[in-house]
């Protein structure tokens, strides 16, 4: 038995419920009379709603075939052979779920040799090789293809990525090693750094070709035999592929440099990954692929084995699984039908709500406000950005036409929200304005509509306390930008019924939201969770720190920006809001800056300004500011922040806001941007030991986010 089927064997061993990738092997004549063919097609049985994946077992079914091939090209039965996927997918790179189950580390650098050695198997065929890129490929099935001499791809592939980075990981098959020896050094770190970290950007069909990727690029509906012609004009010489020189000099260096500026400008350092993805482009400058696979799995093995690619998969898979079942949502069969819905308020908010639903639910959504000049600018704004979407080609002229003819304005709320089923405000955040709104609107609406609410911080139960019916009052809060940003805090008032809770939900989900079900409790939870953060900052700053110490105390974090530019981000106004409704529940955890309330005073957007295009601290506003004298190291900032953040998700927890820790998570991940290596917050204050010396308790149980023990 050889070295490569015993570590794969074991691998498999580990993991028993892999859904194995069968490589099944079929032969063709190729066209033009240019010999039999070898088509290898990866399937694991399901359709493409479950796409192919490569464990162990899965491993061992691809050598098996290459068995069989290799013997064929020996005799000189075959004259090429192709890799291929089932329909919609060419295959999705490593299984995770078997990731996370690796203890030690002997096993994880196993998976990553095992995986070398078969792949390693294509390129050493002795005849033509070539990879057939029909639908989505990602990671590992990205770089299996890598290793075919010639590369095909359809301009319907919707997603191309090496999103290993991402997760924690390097692309640990060959993706290091040959993608930057293919086409170049700067486009690979592309690829495997500033895509990845910019939320797994995926590439298209047109992307692979362009970036050299792929040799050819055939459209969907005959893909395959476009591409087998194309497999039979290489091999019989009519069409030469031409591939770029690469610089091996400065190029390569700069190129590798530029990979650690993006990366230090997302982590600053805080998580390995693309460090050691980038340490292994710079190593395979002299075209050392052995050495590259070598540093390769050196580099897997010790990721694997670390918490933050734990983490970065515990994250994964909240927001592919968790967000789409959301833990303590009704039966959906509860849910009432929304054919119409109505916007009370016609500003930036309420008119980004109404662009939202009309795309998304395509009915017929209304906006009302106190005059018909804010009606007009509302409707106008939505018309507005329905022209820019047909502009950049997003939607057609009559999708354009259509959408902007279900938008429109009234000053009558009867006549606008008589028939609507699902109504949301989005007015001034003032609970006497939004009673006011609510008592209005039950005037109006029918007996079945949903009111919703998008408060950030006030009591959806105290809103609804005064209605007839409060049992169909709805919290349904939404983070700006709204179309960007994919988190909806869904809250339960006290008297809330299920089926307006139901409605809701299924409303979320056609919005393509990330829903998360929270108690009425002030500020919910990420702007509860960020007030204490901020609020903690700002003291700090307050006390006698200087900004720049704290700015630079934080960064270990790797935010996706300062906690000095998230406040000009959100408004000085409306965190001061927050942090006033926050102290006004809990006093001792939560101040009200006196430094910010100068600052909203004086109508100033934060604490920076632009000189000759730098960011320079405003000397308007540090005019306004006074501070204590106590200064802090940047670790003292840190240490302080965290025990702060941590004490308050745990009396979260302890309240019953969320169900879960996770919930937590997917919360700050979505919502607020918390960085995805991090797995969220909680793993994070788990690993850094921060949850134990402030709550005596981790968040998560080992395992969870972890290594398991």
Avoid at 108 to 125: Q, S, T
Avoid at 219 to 236: G, R, T, Y
Avoid at 627 to 651: C, K, P
């Amino acid at each position: 038995m050889s070295t490569t089927t015993e570590l794969l064997t074991r691998g498999a061993e580990l993991f028993p419920g892999e859904v194995v990738t069968t490589a099944h092997v079929r032969h063709l004549d190729l066209p033009l009379q240019a010999g039999r063919l070898a088509l290898i097609t990866l399937d694991n049985g399901f359709d493409h709603t479950k796409p192919t994946t490569f464990g162990p077992g899965s491993l061992l079914k691809l050598s098996a075939a290459l068995d069989q091939v290799e013997a064929e090209a020996a005799e000189g039965r075959i004259v090429g052979a192709a890799i291929t996927g089932k329909p919609f997918i060419f295959a999705v790179g490593a299984d995770l779920k078997g990731v996370e189950l690796l203890k030690e580390h002997a096993d994880a650098l196993a998976i990553g040799k095992g995986g070398h050695e078969v792949f390693k198997r294509i390129a050493a065929l002795p005849v033509p090789t070539f990879a057939f890129y029909n639908g989505a490929a990602m990671g590992g099935g990205v770089e299996v293809g890598l290793h075919c001499d010639y590369r095909t791809v359809s301009a319907g592939v919707p997603a191309f990525s090496l999103p290993e980075v991402f997760l924690g990981l390097v692309p640990g098959w060959g993706g290091c090693s040959i993608l930057p020896n293919l086409i170049g050094p700067a486009k690979a770190v592309k690829v495997i750094i500033e895509n990845s970290m910019a939320q797994n950007k995926q590439l298209k069909g047109k992307d692979v070709f362009e970036l050299g990727i792929a040799d050819a690029i055939f459209e969907p509906a005959d893909f395959l035999e476009q591409s087998l012609l194309w497999a039979a004009k290489v091999l019989k010489g009519d069409v030469a592929v031409a591939r770029e020189e690469i610089d091996r000099g400065k190029a390569w260096d700069d190129a590798v440099a530029w990979g650690r500026m993006v990366a230090d400008a997302k982590v600053h350092g805080a998580a390995p990954a693309a460090y050691r993805a980038l340490d292994i482009i710079a190593q395979v400058k002299d075209h050392d692929l052995q050495a590259g696979f070598d540093a390769e799995d050196a580099a897997l093995a010790d990721l694997i084995m670390g918490g933050e690619l734990r983490s970065g998969i515990y994250a994964f898979n909240l927001v592919q699984r968790r967000a789409k079942r959301p833990f303590g949502a009704p039966d959906k069969s509860l849910a009432r039908p929304v054919s119409k819905v109505g916007v009370v308020g016609a500003g930036l908010m309420a008119s980004q709500l109404a662009l939202l639903f009309a795309r998304r639910l395509e009915v017929p959504v209304v906006l009302t406000d106190i005059d018909q000049e804010r009606v007009d600018k509302g409707v106008g704004y939505v018309h507005a950005e329905i022209d820019k979407l047909l502009e950049k080609g997003r939607v057609g002229k009559d999708k354009a036409n259509r959408l902007k003819g279900l938008v429109s304005g009234s000053l009558d709320k009867a006549a606008a929200f008589g028939d609507a089923d699902f109504v949301i405000e989005a007015v001034f955040e003032e609970m006497g304005v939004k009673q006011t709104v609510f008592a209005d609107l039950e005037n109006v609406v029918s007996p079945t509509c949903v009111l919703a609410t998008n408060t950030s911080s006030l009591s959806v139960t105290e809103m609804a306390s005064k209605l007839k019916h409060p049992e169909r009052v709805v919290g349904f809060h939404f983070f700006n930008p709204v179309a960007i940003l994919p988190l909806l805090e869904i809250v339960r008032g006290e008297r809330t019924d299920d089926a307006s809770l139901a409605t809701a939900f299924g409303v979320s989900k056609k919005l393509k939201k990330t829903a998360v079900l929270c108690k009425d409790a002030p500020a919910f939870v990420v702007n509860r969770i960020l007030t204490r953060f901020m609020g903690e900052i700002q003291t700090i700053i307050d006390e006698g720190t200087p900004i720049a110490t704290v700015e630079k105390g934080v960064e270990p974090l790797g935010l996706p920006m300062s906690p000095i530019v998230l406040l000009e981000l959100v408004g000085p106004a409306i965190a001061l809001h927050v942090s006033e409704t926050l102290h006004g529940a809990f006093p001792e955890r939560f101040a009200v800056s006196e430094n910010l309330g100068r600052v909203v005073k004086a109508g100033k957007r934060g604490f920076y300004t632009w000189v000759d295009g730098q960011q320079v601290l405003d000397p308007e506003v540090l005019e306004l500011l006074s501070f204590g004298d106590t200064v802090l190291t940047e670790e003292q900032v840190l240490t302080r922040s965290l025990d702060a953040v941590a004490q308050e998700i745990g009396l979260m927890l302890e309240e019953g806001v969320v169900a879960e820790a996770q919930d937590i998570d997917l919360c700050m991940i979505t919502g607020a941007g918390w960085p995805f290596h991090l797995g969220g917050i909680t793993p994070y204050l788990d690993r850094e030991g921060v949850s134990e010396r402030v709550n005596g308790k981790r968040f998560l149980a080992p395992g969870v986010a972890s290594v398991p023990a």
